[in-house]
C-alpha cells in the first residue's frame, strides 16, 4: 500500500496568514493526488485534483503542486471559514490511500 | 447536480452484517469511466476507503477488508449497497458513499453507524 503522510497534523493560524501543507507519498503516484477539506459533521469536499487542478468553484486561494511523492497545499489570506481539517488522498494505484489529516485552527 | 444520500442502520451488534445504501442522482453508474465509492471515517480519526464500483461492474476492495466486504449496484434504481459482515466496535464510524471519474469529486452528506450490543 501506498502510505501517504502529512505534515504537520495540526496548525494555529491567523485569519489574512498564508499556510502550506505538506503530503508525502511512500511511492511515487504522478500527480494523482487529490486534496479535500472537511468541516466538523460534514462530508469533505474536493478542492484539488490532478495536483494542481482546482475544483469548479472552489476560490483560488487555494493551490496544490508536485508531483511524484511530494505535493503542497497552499491556502492564502485565510478566512473563518478556511479553518478546517484537510486530507491528502492518492488515487493511483489501489488501495486508494488518504493521508492522515491536517486540521488548521485560529490562532 | 450530482447528489448521493447513504442510508442503513444507525445502531449493529457486534457480529452482524451491515447493509448501506447510497441512492444517487445526476449521474449515471451505466457511463463509461463512472465509479462509486464508500469511504469511512472514525470519529476523530482519518478517512478510509473501502471500496468501489464501477459502470463496468468491475469491484475493488480495501486488501485489509476484503473477505467482509460485498459491493454492488443497481442501475435503474441508481443505488450501490455495501455489505460488511462480522462488525465490531472499531468498525463505528461515519460511512460516506462518493462518486468517482478519477478522484472523489462528489460526497454524500454520511451516516453514523454504531456498533454496540
Known amino acids: 500500500d501506498i502510505q501517504m503522510t502529512q505534515s504537520p497534523s495540526s496548525l494555529s493560524a491567523s485569519v489574512g496568514d498564508t499556510v502550506t501543507i505538506t503530503c508525502r507519498a511512500s511511492?511515487?503516484?504522478?500527480?494523482?493526488l487529490a486534496w479535500f477539506q472537511q468541516k466538523p459533521g460534514k462530508a469533505p469536499k474536493c478542492l484539488i485534483y490532478?495536483?494542481?487542478s482546482l475544483e469548479s468553484g472552489v476560490p483560488s486561494k487555494f493551490s496544490g503542486s508536485g508531483s511524484g511523492t511530494d505535493f503542497t497545499l497552499t491556502i492564502s489570506s485565510l478566512q473563518p471559514e478556511d479553518f478546517a481539517t484537510y486530507y491528502c488522498?492518492?488515487?493511483?494505484?489501489?488501495?486508494?490511500?488518504f493521508g492522515g489529516g491536517t486540521k488548521v485552527d485560529i490562532k | 447536480q450530482i447528489t448521493l444520500k447513504e442510508s442503513g442502520p444507525t445502531l449493529v451488534k457486534p457480529t452482524q452484517t451491515l447493509t448501506l445504501t447510497c441512492a444517487f442522482s445526476?449521474?449515471?453508474?451505466?457511463?463509461?469511466?463512472?465509479?462509486v465509492g464508500w469511504i469511512r471515517q472514525p470519529p476523530g480519526k482519518a478517512l478510509e476507503w473501502l471500496a468501489l464500483?464501477?459502470?463496468?461492474?468491475?469491484?475493488r476492495y480495501s486488501p485489509s477488508l476484503k473477505s467482509r466486504l460485498t459491493i454492488t449496484k443497481d442501475t435503474s434504481k441508481n443505488q450501490v449497497v455495501l455489505t460488511m459482515t462480522n462488525m465490531d466496535p472499531v468498525d463505528t464510524g461515519t460511512y460516506y458513499c462518493?462518486?468517482?471519474?478519477?478522484?472523489?469529486?462528489?460526497w454524500g452528506q454520511g451516516t453514523l453507524v454504531t456498533v454496540s450490543s
Open positions: 445526476g449521474f449515471s453508474l451505466n457511463t463509461h469511466g463512472v465509479g
Open positions: 511511492q511515487g503516484i504522478s500527480n494523482y
Open positions: 464500483i464501477y459502470w463496468d461492474d468491475d469491484k
Open positions: 462518493a462518486h468517482r471519474i478519477l478522484w472523489f469529486d462528489s
Open positions: 488522498q492518492q488515487y493511483n494505484v489501489y488501495p486508494l490511500t
Open positions: 490532478g495536483a494542481s
